[in-house]
């Protein structure tokens, strides 16, 4: 079955009664070069289990299927059940779970899904949801090796930035601090069905299982640059004062201690620079 094909897709989805949801962020994939992209650079392969985030009606789902072990994809939208039992009938390596990835227990399900597997994370995310998965799998501290992603083109030139320059940002530092970050490819908006109104591009994070801080220092580092991207025409000792409380003169001595000027805003500080703020912050408040 040719599931980029766009006669073939309307077929299915008008046999099930299918229409797309704008409030899920569906739109599916039509270009038949693109999920097998996805596939082969997403550690889908022997010896890996596969995580799937959102399935359409399984483009993706079925390259994954084709080369890693096991796939499980968690959907949200149980209208598509029907069709992707269809659609991967010949698959037996795949599971779909009928849950919001936002609300399940991933460790749990990565335990009894994938024992004795290597996992990635494989996924085409909907537009409005992309920062709060992305962070909320980074910051779970899940057993995963990498996390394969199509998000919207401004969104990869985000995460992909270097931290410290102006096109950093909040969701810039975590992907850093979690891992690493590069953008594999393009994607035009004519490769799906409906078409979007932005082009897109597929990223990848590699994970670093060795964490930089311990648990409270790593809590503390995040809201100080949460803080600091909330606000970021403030200069940094403001924005941490007005969100967080801190007495400016707490936070122009922590800059003036690492050799900064009490006028800097949080995008000219590195990743190296920001842990050393928030320790030196964290000691003095």
Known sequence: MNLTNIGTVKDILGRHGFSFSKGLGQNFIINPDICPKIAENGNA??????????TGIGVLTAELARRADKVTAVEIDSRLLPI???TL???DNVKIINEDVMKCDLHKLIREEFDGLRVAVCANLPYY???PIIMMLLENRLPIESITVMVQKEAAQRLC???GTRDSGAITVGVNYYGTVRKLFDVSRGSFMPAPNVDSAVIRIDL??????DEESERFFFKVVKAGFSQRRK???????SVMGIPKETAYSALRAMGLPEAARIEQLDMEQLIALSAELRQNI
């Open 235 to 241: 200069t940094l000792a403001n924005s941490l004062s």
């Open 208 to 213: 670093d299982t060795d964490h930089r801080l």
């Open 129 to 131: 949801i992309t920062s």
């Open 161 to 163: 930035a270097k931290v």
């Open 84 to 86: 992707l039992a269809e």
């Open 45 to 54: 392969c022997k010896g890996f289990g596969v995580l799937e985030i959102g």
């Open 89 to 91: 009938e010949e698959f």
